[in-house]
């Protein structure tokens, strides 16, 4: 798929912005308190799961047909040559972009992780990107096509002193699980959904210009419109989604910016 370095950018920020809208959502959850002090709850246990699994789609790497990048770093990539920047409105989608990247790239240290299946308790030492996709991964799929990530668990152990055998491991992802998806993936679900709602904000200001350039009124009543496509936008594909993100640009987000309570911020 050969495609121009604005076309991909195009397609990048549309499907971003689709995954974003699919994990935070009202259906999905809903937003308590108020600010600085507000948090997320999700509507069941299957919605937090969900959460979970496109989240794990989202820090992954879209097809190599495509460009084989994870959205995240596309992301930040796109926010240091942004191709429909004006008078620096990429700015705030640059800043969080990389921000949200630094947090999942932090290393968090656990005490005191008590695995009854294989009698152990220990200390893990783990990024946060690591344990979000392994959860994620727990989530989506049968015992039957976690062996990889039971041999993650089994390298996290053993980096924490615990040496187990592969089947050992993969009897204790249901205990790693219970830590790290029901306990502390619900402790930053907060703080996630803030960084991705802020994330679509950024996305909506950075493109705003470019909506206000492109939009063409031809009528009020009924209302019709449509789009001047950028130099560059001409394969059909690329037309397609830069008239859909367009038209999700005509209104802002649904979902408000709120801030999360210090208070999910402090620990892990």
Avoid at 110 to 116: A, F, I
Avoid at 134 to 158: D, P, Q, T, Y
Wanted: with cysteine; charged share 25%; net charge negative.
């Amino acid at each position: 798929m050969k495609l121009s370095q604005i076309e991909e950018e195009v397609i990048l920020l549309k499907a971003v912005w689709e995954l974003i809208d699919s994990m935070v959502n009202f259906e999905m959850l809903t937003i308590e308190g108020r600010d600085p002090d507000s948090n997320i709850t999700f509507r069941t246990m299957t919605h937090q799961k969900f959460f979970n699994i496109v989240l794990v789609d989202f820090l992954s790497c879209t097809d190599k047909q495509f460009k084989q990048t994870p959205y995240l770093r596309a992301l930040k990539e796109i926010s240091l040559k942004p191709q429909f920047d004006f008078d620096d409105s990429i700015a705030s989608l640059r800043k969080l972009a990389h921000e949200f990247s630094d947090w999942l790239n932090e290393e968090i240290e656990v005490s005191n992780v008590w695995m009854p299946s294989i009698n152990t308790e220990t200390t893990l030492r783990l990024l946060r990107l690591d344990f979000v996709k392994m959860c994620g991964n727990i989530s989506k799929h049968n015992f039957l096509r976690l062996i990889s990530v039971a041999e993650e668990l089994k390298e996290i152990l053993f980096k924490s002193g615990v040496s187990v055998e592969l089947e050992e491991a993969l009897l204790a992802l249901d205990d790693f699980y219970q830590w790290f998806h029901t306990d502390i993936l619900s402790y930053h679900a907060s703080t996630i959904a803030e960084f991705l709602n802020n994330i679509r904000w950024g996305i909506f200001e950075y493109l705003q210009p470019e909506f206000q350039r492109s939009i063409v009124w031809e009528s009020h009543d009924p209302r019709k419109y449509r789009y001047t496509y950028p130099n560059g936008v001409t394969s059909r594909l690329a037309k397609e989604y830069y008239w859909e993100l367009m038209n999700d640009m005509q209104s802002s987000p649904y979902v408000r910016r709120f801030h999360v309570t210090k208070y999910l911020k402090l620990r892990h």
